[in-house]
Nanobody
Framework: QVQLVESGGGLVQPGGSLRLSCAAS????????MGWYRQAPGKERELVAT???????NYADAVKGRFTISRDNAKNMVYLQMNSLKPEDTAGYYC????????????WGKGTLVTVSS
């Protein structure tokens, strides 16, 4: 059984930084892309950033230049370094990944809450 577990969320002041981590575990043959999405109260879930197994990255315009996605293939982990945080970054942040296990499919974590407030 494959699981994705996020960590690193919390309360931070505007302008501050946080680093989110996501660990994939279970019977994993390989992981294709990994990514982060977020969902603010009353809004739809939206893409934050993705990274391929070759390290190619993609970012939402709202976070370009402030957030950095990275991954450690040996540890089956993906990270999101968030700098210059704004109140509008407040949301639940969810990790997802396309994983080859018994077949291939997209898995989601349960999320970690990021609150940016003074």
């Amino acid at each position: 059984q494959v699981q994705l577990v996020e960590s690193g969320g919390g309360l931070v002041q505007p302008g501050g930084s946080l680093r989110l981590s996501c660990a994939a575990s279970g019977s994993i043959f390989s992981i294709n892309y990994m990514g982060w999405y977020r969902q603010a109260p009353g809004k739809e879930r939206e893409l934050v950033a993705t990274i391929s197994n070759l390290g190619n990255t993609n970012y939402a315009d709202a976070v370009k230049g402030r957030f950095t996605i990275s991954r450690d293939n040996a540890k089956n982990m993906v990270y999101l370094q968030m700098n210059s945080l704004k109140p509008e970054d407040t949301a639940g942040y969810y990790c997802n990944a396309h994983i080859l296990s018994n077949g291939g499919r997209v898995y989601w974590g349960k999320g970690t809450l990021v609150t940016v407030s003074s």
